[in-house]
């Protein structure tokens, strides 16, 4: 069961945590968890609080649940209030949490897991900044014993510890990933830990959709700023990290199957990672057509609830459909599409569609802060005066040399060539060459 809602709540997760990437303003309210940990065992005790630059007038805190059963998934609109004490935690409180205004702003979102088994791995829920130092703790229920534990990354052993307790002093992007741990009790549900930090790699899909139909066609690309050699695809699905997905920097799905369903990113030899894109390959009849890549405040936006003919294999949006975003009906279109014209933060949000032949799956839509202009500016500036400076170093030594000419013409005995009217003589100056 963990699994199979696991992948949702780690997309959130990523979306976020690739937000911390690019420019753009900040949100107006922050999330905070205390202790700061992904991870409780039932009965356990942890307070969330929404953190709001000005005033937490109109701010509420919102989560996202995800289960086996597609019915009982969604947001909890029961759940509605800024600040939040779980005092005694159940599996049932696991999920995704974020803040979000009377106006639809989000905050960062928080992943939470309450496990029902006997051990969890203690690690930062929120991002841990880089050099930082970080300790992640396998614990087995409420005790202070010191058992023998693994710890994994990516599905990889990478350390064994006596105490119980791995230690990174100095956090890098390459430390991003998925971490989990086991000892003789047991092992312990999978977490996400965020480094933030500026990555030079990208990764790109085309066409820019969250979700595909079976059979269809996508394709996914590193784009890196120097050379793409050393970058890989990676992918995460249900089941965990993929690490038979090895098709270097650029890979095409031809035909894509529900199995093709996950959440990828690229990642170099050193461990950096790419920002993450999640897909969703749906064995149903519709889906909704929504940018899998994070869209700019003031951009227009296109949704299409786009239907399958599973005899005839043809495709079209021209079908009266219902959009909804997190959970709430927002309009009725009978062209199929809805246009945003100007995207803003508000808009932000959990999307899903139906008409009269299905209903999609649910896709979160990132909406980022316009670009700083120097932030693109500056390189192309930082380009000129290197490609300028020669030219203008040169100019300004020939300048030098005429000066210096100049200034010994000016000592020397002017020679007459001739005289054209009394008083007046032209000057042929001669000096060094």
Known sequence: MERTYLLP?????LVYSSLGHRGGRSPSASLSISPDRSQFLEYMSFSLSCEVQVSSTGWRLKRYTATVKPSESGVDWGFNQSNYII?????????????ESGSGEHSNA???TVHGGAVILESPALPVTKDDSVILRCKYQATLA?????????GSLIRTETTGQMTIHAVSKSDEGLYKCNNSEGESPASWMTVTGWSSASLSISPDRSQFLEYKSVSLSCEVQVSSAGWRLKRYTVTGVDWGFNHGSKYIIKTAKTSDSGVYWCESRSGQRSNAVNITVHGGAVILESPALPVTEGDSVTLRCRHEDKKTKDTSSNFTADF???????????????TIPAVSKSDEGLYKCNNSEG?????????????????????????????VSPYLL???????????????GETRVPRKTRQDQPGQHVEELTGSP
């Open 146 to 154: 010191e058992l023998t534990a693994d710890f994994y990354k990516d």
């Open 394 to 408: 040169v100019t300004i030594v020939l300048l030098v040399k005429c000066r210096r000419r100049w200034a010994q």
């Open 110 to 112: 928080v992943n939470i």
């Open 359 to 387: 209903e999609s799956p649910a896709s979160w839509m990132t909406v980022t802060g316009p670009w700083p202009v120097w932030s693109e500016s500056l390189p192309r500036l930082l380009c000129s005066l290197l490609v």
């Open 87 to 99: 005092k005694t935690a159940k599996t049932s409180d696991s999920g995704v949490y974020w803040c």
């Open 9 to 13: 709540l780690l997309l959130t997760t």
């Open 324 to 338: 909804y975003k997190d959970g709430s009906l927002i309009r009725t279109e009978t062209t199929g599409q809805m």
